[in-house]
Structure formats: structure tokens, C-alpha cells
């Protein structure tokens, strides 16, 4: 059958496309289905969780600290802002609570950043292992969002006891929080494989990105009260950055945690946030994972 196929090839009389279906051939390398890649991805699961813990494990190794690391660079982003944004700028008088409600908003911006500034190097940054074994390569970008994750959870403790320590109360609405944070935590994920598939090709895109994530750092009610975008923006203005995937998650997160953050501080009502987050975390976590199977054949070479 092999021979038919090639004296066919070599006479020129079938189209390859006619011989491939009619004698099963497949491209070299051509990437599976979406559900086949998917169930691959599920096979690695192991993989990417063992590897994480050991990306978080390695991350701080050369520091004295540690990874106290973790904590103390937001809480350091934290107490800068507060500076600027708390005593000289003076929003803790138009915010309740500003230190608690700066801090969730800086942690959970953390989280999103970090990932989507580690995404652009998921390929680049390891394209010796990508030559050397075969795995279906967003395992790499889904570990960059579960080391993040790791982390946030370190965060977490402590942004609870700072809301704690600053008046606020234990109610119910803290179990949605995780709820809040595996949407968010979703989101990441397609974020970072648009971002991986985006490095591959664009070399300078991790230096651009800082600047990028500084605009929307600005334009996610972190560091003041998102009521101002209502009252300083035109209407249209405003509601595109109320529905900005970040200031969604850090709302929730405020909603969960803070009882002085609602109703007077709060973009929208909680109804209209869920369903948000909920559509952000579906369009960008399906949407850049289908994205990012379309250029799995790509990676590693070059």
C-alpha cells in the first residue's frame, strides 16, 4: 500500500490531499483535536503540579528571606501606595477602610499581573525542555498561573488578618471569595497562554508589558475609589472600565471581604459583577486556551 501510495505521489495523477484520505496519512507534527488536547493536558496534571511546587520551591532560593518574598512584596506595593494614595493624596477620607480596601485590591491585581508578566516568557523560558520532551505545551502556562496561585494563597492569610486588624468583620460573604478567586484564577490561565503564544513570536513583548500593566493598574480602581470613574468620566467611559476583568475580580474580592466596601464603594451591583466575572473567566480562559492550541505546532522552533 505504501508503494501504490508513492507511485501515486510521483505521477502527479492524485491531489495530496486525495492521498492522505485515502491512505490515512496524517501531517508530521500536526497538533490533535481540541478534546484530544485537552485530555493530554488532563494526562500532565501531575506534571504541572509538581512542577510548580518546585518553581515556587526555587523561586526565592537565593534570597535570605526567602519566601517571605511572597508577602512582603505586595505588603511593600502596598504601604508605597498608601503612602501616595492614603496621606498625601488623602483617598483614605472618601474610602472606609482604606488600608484594607488598598490592600485586597493590590493583592488580587498582584495575581493577574504577575501571571500575564511570567506568561510572556512560558515558551522562551523553556525551550530546552520543550525540545527536549514531548507534552503538550500549555502545561507551561498553566504552571505559571498555579505558582502565582500558590503564592496568592500566602497573600491571602495575610490580607485576612489586615482586614481583621482593621475593624472588619467575619461574615458570610467571606466564603465567596473562592468563588471570586477560581474565576479569577480561570481567567489567568487563558490570559497567560495569550500571552505565551504572543512571546513566542514578539521578543520584546516582556518589555513593553510593564508599561502595559501600569495603564491598567491605574484603570482598575486599585489605588481609590472606583465610584470616581462615575462621577469624573462620561457614561461610556465609565462602564467600559467598571467592566474591566481586574476591577470585577477586585470588587468581588472587596464585596467578599470588606462590609464598609458596599454599597458605597463598589462599582456595580454584586448581581452584575458575578455575571462578569463569569463571562470574563469563559471568553478569555476558553478563548486563549483554543488560542493557544492553534500555534501548538510553533513552539520550540527557530
Known amino acids: ?110 495575581f493577574t499581573q504577575s501571571a500575564a508578566l511570567q506568561g510572556t516568557s512560558a515558551i522562551t523560558g523553556n525551550l530546552g525542555l520543550i525540545r527536549a520532551l514531548h507534552f503538550p505545551r500549555a502545561a507551561l502556562p498553566i504552571t505559571v498561573t498555579l505558582v502565582q496561585f500558590q503564592q496568592l494563597l500566602m497573600s491571602m492569610l495575610v490580607l485576612a488578618a489586615i482586614v481583621l486588624a482593621t475593624g472588619e468583620p467575619i461574615t458570610f460573604r467571606w466564603l465567596l471569595i473562592a468563588p471570586t478567586l477560581l474565576l479569577q484564577s480561570i481567567f489567568n490561565i487563558g490570559l497567560t497562554m495569550i500571552m505565551a503564544r504572543i512571546g513566542s513570536k514578539v521578543t520584546d513583548l516582556k518589555q513593553v508589558m510593564p508599561f502595559v500593566m501600569r495603564a491598567w493598574l491605574y484603570g482598575s480602581g486599585v489605588l481609590y475609589s472606583v465610584t470616581l470613574f462615575a462621577e469624573r468620566l462620561p457614561g461610556w467611559a465609565a462602564t467600559a472600565l467598571e467592566s474591566n476583568p481586574i476591577l470585577v475580580y477586585i470588587e468581588l474580592a472587596r464585596y467578599s471581604l470588606l462590609e464598609s466596601a458596599y454599597p458605597d464603594h463598589i462599582a456595580s451591583s454584586p448581581t452584575r459583577l458575578w455575571l462578569l466575572a463569569a463571562g470574563w473567566a469563559v471568553a478569555v480562559g476558553f478563548g486563549g486556551f483554543v488560542y493557544f492550541w492553534r500555534g501548538e505546532k510553533e513552539y520550540g522552533r527557530g
Open 1 to 110: 500500500m505504501a508503494n501504490t501510495a508513492v507511485a501515486d505521489l510521483e505521477s502527479g495523477l492524485t491531489p495530496r490531499a486525495q492521498l492522505a484520505q485515502r491512505y490515512g496519512l496524517k501531517v508530521a507534527g500536526e497538533p490533535p483535536s481540541l478534546g484530544a488536547y485537552a485530555r493530554q493536558l488532563w494526562a500532565y496534571r501531575h506534571f504541572m503540579s509538581a512542577y510548580s511546587r518546585a518553581k515556587v520551591a526555587s523561586s526565592f532560593s537565593n534570597t535570605q528571606l526567602g519566601q517571605l518574598w511572597q508577602v512582603l512584596t505586595p505588603l511593600t506595593n502596598a504601604a508605597v501606595y498608601y503612602l501616595i494614595f492614603g496621606v498625601i493624596v488623602a483617598q483614605d477620607r472618601h474610602v472606609p477602610n482604606f488600608i484594607a480596601y488598598l490592600c485586597t485590591g493590590i493583592f488580587i491585581f498582584t
